[in-house]
């Protein structure tokens, strides 16, 4: 298949996987349906997108559902970034458009994704020295809450400088779940 496509199935495994007390099931049994409210890359509105103050700050501020997206670091790690390719818009200390995928996890921790405020949301507070976290820092958010996770895959046949391929990224976020003792909701 030519162009990037994303595998529905794994990040519908994924968040079915994860789903904490599910906000979906407690509106439908009390017979009265409500909306839910998604912390969308954490709240980054108010904090830098995909960090760990971002997500706690969803958290704190009841959202319902955290969404976030995948990618896959050199050493087989997974990390939450929207993108397949570091963004110096919103991380600082080493080169722009560097793919993840092509980085070990200790060199992806050397960028700061937290000290530089995004100029599309004036009302973000910078968290400096925060970095991609990996999938598994915030899964071990999930006990300070009653949330859900929405959690998005993406694979680029075409580009596999830029990710694994659909088995092996199905498999690491399986063995992310079973750490975390979240199979039952598979």
């Given at each position: ?23 979906a099931n407690s509106a439908a049994s009390s017979g009265s349906p409500r909306i839910l409210v998604h ?94 976290p990996t999938f598994d820092e915030v899964l071990d ?46």
């Amino acid at each position: 298949m030519p162009g990037a496509w994303r595998v529905g199935l794994i990040a519908v495994l994924a968040w079915a996987a994860l789903a904490m007390n599910s906000s979906a099931n407690s509106a439908a049994s009390s017979g009265s349906p409500r909306i839910l409210v998604h912390g969308h890359r954490g709240a980054r509105a108010r904090r830098p997108e995909n960090t760990i103050p971002a997500f706690r700050y969803a958290i704190e501020h009841g959202a319902d559902v955290l969404e976030l997206d995948l990618a896959v670091t050199k050493d087989s790690i997974l990390v939450v970034s929207h993108d397949p390719l570091i963004n110096l818009s919103i991380c600082t200390g080493g080169k722009t458009g560097v793919p993840i995928h092509t980085l070990t996890v200790a060199e992806l921790q050397q960028y700061d994704c937290g000290s530089l405020r995004n100029p599309r949301f004036p009302t973000q507070i910078p968290a400096p020295g925060s970095r991609i976290p990996t999938f598994d820092e915030v899964l071990d958010l999930a006990p300070l809450g009653s949330f859900e996770f929405n959690v998005e895959t993406k694979i680029f046949l075409d580009r596999p400088e830029l990710t694994p391929g659909p088995e092996e990224f199905t498999q690491l976020v399986l063995a992310a779940i079973r750490r975390h003792h979240l199979e039952r909701f598979i």
